[in-house]
């Protein structure tokens, strides 16, 4: 079975705050993303990466930044925490080629007061 | 228009019943489409997968994808109360491993 580990379920943090979210899979996976979930509003993807020291941008960059120094492990970077950041995050991966089946982390729900 | 839509719901359904959750979506260049459940807080797990128009089934639970209406279809047979969680469908055109999620639906099954 593929395991996506998150570093955190539960997280609070004060505005202002360099926050890291922790992300590894144990299934030499290629790809791996970065979600946040918010109600009414779905997923929305922020960072993603196809491999070691690459990185795109999502949808809703603005305010993160990501880290990705082995396959295993990618990280979400909140530089400077806001209240607007307050939300449940969600890793993923997936191997590549022509699988398109993400698998998700447990989330980390992050509030920011 | 969004690329996905999805029923906003909640749907509350008695056990036994026969639910039908369904996505349209607008570019017609997605290829595969899959559906995803989520059980109040946790991660989304993947639960059907299929690729271009057709009907795939797993158990009590029927994939369905018709290009050239650009509709997407989950069909639960005999619901359970064990099925009451969050469903998003998501779909990717396969040029990247990007993928468009709808909002997901909520649904609630009524012992």
């Known amino acids: 079975d593929v395991k996506v580990t998150q570093s955190s379920r539960y997280l609070v943090k004060r505005t202002g705050e360099k926050v890291f979210l922790e992300c590894v899979q144990d299934?030499?996976?290629?790809?791996m993303f970065w979600y946040r979930q918010d109600p009414g509003l779905g997923l929305r993807l922020i960072y993603f990466?196809?491999?070691?020291?690459?990185?795109e941008k999502g949808d809703i960059p603005e305010g993160y930044s990501v880290s990705r120094e082995k396959k295993e492990r990618f990280s979400l970077i909140l530089e400077s925490a806001s209240t607007n950041q307050t939300s449940m995050y969600l890793c993923?991966?997936?191997?590549?080629?022509?699988?398109?089946?993400?698998?998700f982390g447990p989330g980390t729900r992050l509030t920011v007061t | 228009q969004k690329e996905v839509e999805q029923d906003p719901g909640p749907l509350s359904v008695p056990e036994g019943a026969i639910v039908s959750l369904n996505c349209t979506y607008s570019?017609?260049?997605?290829?595969?489409f899959m559906w995803y459940r989520q059980y109040s807080r946790k991660g989304p797990e993947l639960l059907m997968y299929?690729?271009?128009?057709g009907n795939k089934e797993d158990g009590r639970f029927t994939a369905q994808v018709d290009k050239s209406s650009k509709y997407i279809s989950l069909f639960i047979r005999d619901s359970q109360p064990s099925d009451s969680a969050t469903y998003l469908c998501?779909?990717?055109?396969?040029?990247?491993?990007?993928?468009?999620f709808g909002k997901g639906i909520t649904l609630s099954v009524r012992p």
């Open positions: 993923a991966s997936l191997s590549g080629g022509f699988s398109y089946e993400q698998y």
């Open positions: 299934m030499d996976h290629e790809n």
């Open positions: 990466s196809y491999d070691v020291k690459m990185k």
């Open positions: 570019n017609s260049a997605f290829q595969y």
């Open positions: 299929t690729y271009s128009s």
């Open positions: 998501a779909t990717t055109t396969g040029a990247n491993s990007k993928l468009t």
